[in-house]
């Protein structure tokens, strides 16, 4: 028995209220299980209970065992003196608080099938526990629970950007050119493109927005891939050797610190997707007197987005993948899918925050209905997300799906997911459908 298969039983009622009793107080009615705490201190606050014929309102704790009370050291803590139910699963001794009360204890009586169907998913060893059956699943909970979870998707983004911005000393041009940078890498370079814009302050970028040739060179230098060890038929290579150059003076002018060359990786990636020609591509993107979160607020639809976004590479990628290595023809344009996931990962975010922050309702929503109206994301997680019977319609559920898969169907947390708890009270009467449903 685990503990939180009992806490997930007393939020939404799957127990046998008739057999609730402790032995010495008598029936226990039940009038509010309370609010469910996952911090530290009582498992439920605010829990309401009648006793012998007197209402009491109080805090409930949950344990597998009664003598979990004292091997969690509860007894010595007063912070749980203002607990008035002790659910237990095997009430194997009485229990006493610090001030010296005997606690009111019951076991928690239910359907052995819920924790039959509670085991059958979390002990699938498939990266989806409920793989096969989510068709099983009400529609009409699948769309409201998806909905919730994109949201918890942008509220945990919501955090990260916010720590940025502490960072950035709330530049919200900044801010966007770090988080561009990370999604430019796809996932495959984020961590090198991460610590370029961290070493490469957009305010040096911004005092040769008007010369692409110096943009390059900034960015190919701090980089690292201007070292000649990673591109040796670049040795005699023009414009190789001119960004070197450059960046040399640049690199002393700014106290530049560049990334290890090493990290950036180009194995297994499609040419048009190798670091060279996403940099060139990020620097054509920044090659402008004006600032880029402007020009982002300015937008006012998808196409527009898509717009400014769409950046080609420098002349010299036309006919290059990597530095002396000269090929036929190359796309230098992003394409248009590489451009949705940045909105999808970097503008819809930080438009949210956008609105958080200044307390305009107006751009939030604008953030949801970008998601909403783009179509869902390729990968492999939403690949078996459809495989097993659940195919998102826009980018808003393929990001729910992905918040999912991250946070709960990888660590086998049915119960925090309502596509599971749905499946593990199949033919059981459900008790209280709106926390079970639509609670993140």
Known sequence: MKEEFLHWLWKNRFFD????????????????????????????????????????????????RASDWYRHGHHTDHSYDNVILHLVHDEDTDVFTASGRRLITARL?????????????????????????????????????????????????????????????????????????????FRVNTDPFEILASRLPLKVIRKHSDNLLLVEALLFGTAGLLDEALFREAVTDDYYLLLSREYRVLRTKYSLQPVDGWLWKFHRLRPANFPTVRLSQLAALLTHSEGLFSRVLECRDNNSLRSLLSVTTSGYWNSHYQFGKEVPSTAGRAGKQSVDLLIINAITPLLFVFGKSRQQQE?????????????????????DFAEAGLKPESAFASQALLELRNLRCRFHRCLDCAIGSSLITIGHKIGRSSSLFLEP
């Open 17 to 64: 209220g008739g057999s609730l009793c402790d032995r010495e107080a008598g029936l226990i009615e039940v009038i509010t299980p309370g609010e469910y705490n996952r911090d530290s201190g009582p498992d439920f606050f605010n829990t309401r209970l009648v006793v012998g014929g007197t209402e009491w309102a109080g805090n409930t704790e949950i344990h597998v």
């Open 363 to 383: 751009w939030c929503d604008r953030a949801v209905d970008i998601l909403d109206s783009l179509p869902p994301e390729e990968n492999s997680v939403i690949a």
């Open 109 to 185: 009586v239910f359907d052995p099938a819920l924790w039959e169907n509670y085991l059958g998913l979390v002990n699938n060893p498939s990266p989806l526990p409920c793989s096969g059956l989510i068709g099983m699943t009400d529609g009409f909970i699948v769309k409201h629970w998806l909905w919730s979870v994109a949201v918890e998707r942008l509220e945990r983004k919501s955090d990260e950007i916010r720590e940025t911005l502490v960072k950035t000393g709330n530049d919200w041009e900044e801010t966007l050119y770090r988080l561009i940078s990370r999604y430019f890498g």
